[in-house]
């Protein structure tokens, strides 16, 4: 099983933190199934940018983005090279490491 290293993140993981995944999971489930409730406004329908991470180490170990991601990532805030849609990289069987930005573009935060 792979683990997903957090970076510190003020709101949703101050400390940082290691979690397992299985593969086949989405970032975003992993860090929504233990408890780090990073932002998902389109129900990870790939609708928005909210879920927005930058991938530190083991980007290549993931899916492959699909234009309608790279086409939304245009559009996230603090957009990197490294930048994928947390509810659309699916882990394999490497380690990644991810960071939160610190800011996202949605107006109105949701309570999933």
Avoid: F
């Avoid at 709101?11 to 299985?22: F, T």
């Avoid at 129900?43 to 083991?58: F, K, P, Y």
């Avoid at 983005?65 to 996230?76: S, W």
């Avoid at 930048?83 to 069987?93: G, P």
């Amino acid at each position: 099983m792979p683990t997903i290293k957090i970076l510190p993140h003020a709101e949703y993981c101050p400390q940082g933190a290691e979690i397992s995944a299985p593969t086949g999971t989405s970032i975003c489930e992993a860090l929504l199934d233990h408890k780090i409730n990073i932002e998902h406004a389109c129900d990870m329908s790939c609708a928005c940018t909210t879920c927005h991470v930058i991938v530190r180490q083991g980007l290549n170990s993931l899916n492959e983005a699909d234009e309608a991601e790279e086409d939304l990532l245009d559009r996230a805030w603090g957009l990197e090279p490294q930048s994928r849609l947390s509810c659309q990289a699916i882990l394999a069987q490497q380690d990644v490491t991810i960071e939160i930005p610190k800011y996202s573009i949605n107006h109105a935060k949701e309570n999933h």
